[in-house]
C-alpha cells in the first residue's frame, strides 16, 4: 500500500494587492457626524450664548457644519487607523477590524471634534459675556466689581454645565448616528478595502510631492481670502499677499511638474514657508516696525493659525525630501490609512483657514479684532 499525502498550500497572496481607505464608510459618517454635532453646537450657543451669536441659527448651523465636514473626515480616518493598528496588533493581519471596536472609535473621535468645537464656542462667548457684563453694570452704576466678578463666575460655570451637557447629548447622538450609517451599509463597517498597489517608493516620493503641493496652495488661498480686508486697511499688505499666494500656487505646479525636485526649488519652497512665519511671528510678538499702527502686536487669527500650519507641514514636507527619508521607517510608523489621513488634514487646515476669513462664515472663534486675519 502506497501512502500519499496531500499537502493544503496556504491561499495565495495577491500580488500588487494593498489595503486602501474605505470612503464609501469615511464620506457618509464624516457628513452625518458633521452636520449632527453641528445642531447641538448651535442650539447651545442659542440657548447660554452670547446676544447676537445666536441670530441666524439654521444659517449657522448648515455653513458652520459644510465648513467642518474635512474635519469629520480627518476624524472618522483616524478612528478607522487606530481601530486596524489595535486589532493587527491583538489578532494579526487580518485586513479588517471589528465592528464594535471600529464603531466605538468612530463615536469617541466625532464626539471629540464636536465637543471641542463646543468648548471653543463656549470660550469665546464667556469672553463676549464678559465684557457684556462690565458693560452693564457701569450703565447701572448699583454693581461694583465684586458684583461683576460674582456674575462673572455665575456666567462661567454656565458655559461649563452647558458645554458638559453638550458633550453628553453629542455622544448620544454620535452613537445613533453611527448606528444609522452602519445599518445603511448592511451592518459593517469596512476599516479596509483592497486596492491596486504601486512601488512603494514611487508611491512614498508622489505622495510627499502631492502633500507639499497641497499644503503650498492651501496657504495660497488663505493668504487670497484676506486680501480684501487688508485692501481697506493696508494696501502695502495686500499686494504682499498677493504675490505670496502667486508665488505659492506657481511653487505648487513646479512640485507636481517635477517628479524629482530640484534641490534649488525645495529650498525656494522652503524660503516661501519660513518667510512669512517669521513676519508673522513678528508681528504677533512685537508688531511690525512699518504699517498702519507699528510696534503694536495684531491679534492672532483663524486664518493666520490655519496658513501657519500649512507652511509649517510644508517646511517639514521639504526636509523630508531634501534629506530622502528612507520609505521603510515611515511604513513602519504609520498603518496604511495615514497618508489619507495627512492630505484629509490639510485640506481640512485650508477649508476652515478660507471659511474663518469670510464674514459670517465661521463664528465660532473669530475675534473682534478687524486685523484678526492678520499676517499668514
Known amino acids: 500500500m502506497t501512502t500519499s499525502s496531500t499537502v493544503v498550500a496556504a491561499p495565495p497572496t495577491v500580488p500588487g494587492r494593498r489595503r486602501a481607505v474605505p470612503w464609501a464608510t469615511v464620506l457618509p459618517l464624516a457628513v452625518v457626524l458633521a452636520y449632527a454635532d453641528g445642531f447641538w453646537v448651535t442650539s447651545m450657543r ?16 448648515w455653513h458652520e457644519s459644510t465648513v467642518l465636514v474635512p474635519v469629520y473626515v480627518c476624524a472618522v480616518l483616524a478612528a478607522l487607523a487606530l481601530a486596524v493598528h489595535v486589532s493587527d496588533r491583538r489578532h494579526g493581519d487580518r485586513g479588517r477590524a471589528p465592528l464594535l471596536l471600529t464603531a466605538g472609535l468612530v463615536v469617541v473621535a466625532a464626539t471629540l471634534v464636536g465637543a471641542v468645537e463646543m468648548a471653543v ?6 469672553h463676549l459675556q464678559s465684557g ?5 453694570a457701569s450703565m447701572r452704576g448699583d454693581c461694583r466689581a465684586d458684583c461683576i466678578e460674582r456674575l462673572r463666575q455665575d456666567t462661567w460655570w454656565l458655559q461649563l454645565r452647558a458645554t458638559g451637557l453638550g458633550a453628553v447629548l453629542l455622544l448620544v447622538t454620535n452613537l445613533g448616528a453611527v448606528a444609522w450609517v452602519t445599518m445603511f451599509h448592511g451592518g459593517r463597517l469596512d476599516s479596509v478595502r483592497s486596492a491596486r498597489a504601486r512601488s512603494r517608493s514611487l508611491d512614498a516620493r508622489g505622495e510627499r510631492r ?5 499644503a503650498l496652495v492651501g496657504g495660497a488661498l488663505i493668504h487670497l481670502a484676506v486680501v480684501p480686508e487688508h485692501f481697506e486697511e ?3 499688505a495686500a499686494w504682499f499677499f498677493v504675490a505670496l499666494a502667486v508665488a505659492q500656487a506657481v511653487a505648487a505646479f513646479l512640485v507636481l511638474r517635477w517628479p524629482a525636485p530640484a534641490r534649488g526649488l525645495l529650498l525656494l519652497v522652503a524660503a516661501l514657508s519660513a518667510g512669512p512665519l517669521v513676519v508673522w511671528a513678528w ?7 512699518v504699517g498702519p499702527d507699528p510696534g503694536v502686536p ?11 500650519l500649512l507652511e509649517l507641514v510644508a517646511l517639514v514636507l521639504v526636509v523630508v525630501l531634501l534629506r530622502g527619508v528612507p520609505v521603510a521607517a515611515v511604513r513602519r510608523l504609520r498603518p496604511e490609512h495615514l497618508g489619507r489621513l495627512a492630505v484629509a488634514a490639510v485640506l481640512a487646515v485650508t477649508v476652515v483657514g478660507v471659511a474663518s476669513s469670510q464674514a459670517g462664515w465661521f463664528d465660532v472663534v473669530r475675534s473682534e479684532s478687524p486685523t484678526s486675519s492678520g499676517m499668514g
Open 46 to 61: 442659542g440657548a447660554v450664548g452670547a446676544v447676537g451669536r445666536g441670530q441666524g441659527p439654521f444659517t449657522t448651523w
Open 121 to 126: 464656542g463656549a470660550a469665546y462667548d464667556f
Open 132 to 136: 457684556q457684563l462690565e458693560t452693564m
Open 210 to 214: 502631492r502633500l507639499l503641493a497641497l
Open 234 to 236: 493696508w494696501v502695502a
Open 283 to 289: 508681528s504677533r510678538t512685537w508688531g511690525l516696525p
Open 298 to 308: 495684531e491679534a492672532v487669527g483663524l486664518p493666520d493659525i490655519a496658513a501657519g
